[in-house]
């Protein structure tokens, strides 16, 4: 076995679980400089009934030491992302499967269930689905309009893309760190019926919000998990996603609302001004309205591509907003956790049953920080109760697995 895997296991284990070293070492009968070899990987021998003393002491299955959480073996993913390096998407998966680990393990610390644990319900389970046999863009258009006609939208620009997610869907949504290129993950786990949306913080806001709108349109449509990349070829499901997000987010008839009357109608009303304003209004890139507006007959693709190129911030700054831009730029920069997984951490946390890293992490703070806001908020651990490990019933245990003990061994030096 891998036993420098298996001591970063049993360390990120301890931490998640409030432990101090010098704590645990007093639960198991391990001795502290002991530990801190086998947390460093360094003791060459380490048996099975030391690992399940461990296990026990921390509060985790014996299998979580030796092999992992079951939880990142069986999530499916599917991503949203530019090309990018395996080891940066590595990176970013890790971060997102961490946060359905933590939200497995909230059931067993705190003995409850998704339900009662507050998940939302899937209030549109029965949405109807447009027809298969039409084009890409009219089944992601029509599903757009079934959306905003179910939630009573009307042509209004989407307040917030992430929570209407979590009223569809049920889904979590987060914003986690992610490396460049990676706009996001939808990742399940089909055990627990969990679905957390994840977009990454170096996408601006308005690629953080179409995100949200795509990653939905695949749970909506029942696409399941692939990774849909967003240069070179796409699949229909990601074109119909595409349309779906452009739809939900800026509707044609909004925008012939938002136009109206007296508003530039002819092929050349339309300047770099007008389009900038429009996708100000409703939250887009200029190329998400240079599109609709194509595809509503206002505008020709030669206008597309006479008008497309500069950046929301470059709009912003020449058309009045750019202050006001910059402070949303800032806000979708900011990790922001799944609001019903650090509800259940923190109540953790307050009973003593998780440590002040874990909820650091999960937020993207320092842990002094964290310990600090959640003092001043009265949320203090209740003391951490140390009960002593059952030695005769682990030693009973332990030779049980006696045939099993010598291949989880290492010859010492």
């Known amino acids: 076995m891998d036993l420098q895997e298996i001591g ?34 360094s003791r060459p021998r380490l048996t099975i009934a030391e690992l399940d003393r461990l296990a026990t002491g921390i509060g985790v299955p014996l299998r979580e030491l030796t092999s992992g959480s079951p939880v990142r073996s069986r999530v499916r993913i599917a991503a949203r992302m530019a090309e990018a390096p395996a080891e940066a998407h ?4 890790r971060r997102a499967v961490d ?21 939302a319900s899937r209030s549109v389970a029965d949405l109807p689905l447009p027809d298969p046999g039409k084009s890409c863009e009219e089944q992601g258009r029509v599903l757009a309009l079934t ?6 939208l009307g042509g209004a620009p989407l307040a917030d893309p992430a929570e209407l997610a979590e009223r569809l869907t049920g889904a979590d949504t987060a914003v986690v760190d992610f490396p460049s290129g990676i706009d996001g993950f ?14 990454g913080t170096r996408a601006i806001t308005e690629r953080q919000r179409f995100t949200y709108c795509h990653e939905l349109g695949h749970l909506l449509f029942g696409d399941g998990t692939e990774t849909h990349l967003l240069d070179g070829s796409r699949t229909p499901a990601e074109l119909r996603c595409d349309a779906f997000a452009r739809h939900l987010l800026a509707p044609q008839d909004g925008i012939r609302v938002w136009l109206g009357a007296g508003g530039p109608q002819g092929q050349g009303a339309f300047n770099e001004r007008t389009c900038a304003l ?51 730029q800032e806000v979708s920069r900011t990790i922001r956790p799944p609001q019903r997984v650090l509800e259940r951490a923190t109540a953790a946390y307050q009973a003593g049953k998780l440590g002040i890293r874990v909820l650091a992490e999960l937020e993207g703070q320092d842990p002094a920080a964290t310990e600090s806001a959640l003092t001043a908020a009265g949320v203090v651990p209740e003391p951490a109760q140390i009960r002593r490990v059952d030695m005769d019933r682990l030693l009973a245990r332990s030779r049980s697995r006696e045939p099993l003990q010598h291949s989880w061994q290492e010859q010492e030096e």
């Open 278 to 328: 429009l996708a100000r209004h409703f939250g887009v890139s200029l190329m998400v309205i240079l599109i609709q507006l194509e595809r509503m007959g206002l505008i020709t693709g030669q206008q597309v591509e006479r008008l497309r190129g500069p950046s929301g911030a470059q709009l912003a700054w020449r058309y009045g907003w750019g202050p006001q831009y910059d402070g949303e």
């Open 90 to 93: 590595e990176a970013a998966l």
């Open 99 to 119: 946060i359905l680990v933590l939200d497995d393990r909230l059931d067993r610390l705190l003995q409850t269930d998704l339900t009662a644990a507050g998940r």
């Open 8 to 41: 970063a296991r049993v360390r990120r284990e301890r931490e998640r679980a409030g432990l101090t070293q010098r704590q645990l070492a007093e639960l198991t009968d391990i001795s502290q400089p002991t530990l801190a070899r086998i947390e460093l990987g």
């Open 147 to 152: 959306v905003r006609r179910r939630l009573e």
């Open 186 to 199: 939808t990742l399940t786990d089909p055990v627990r019926d969990v679905t957390l949306i994840v977009v």
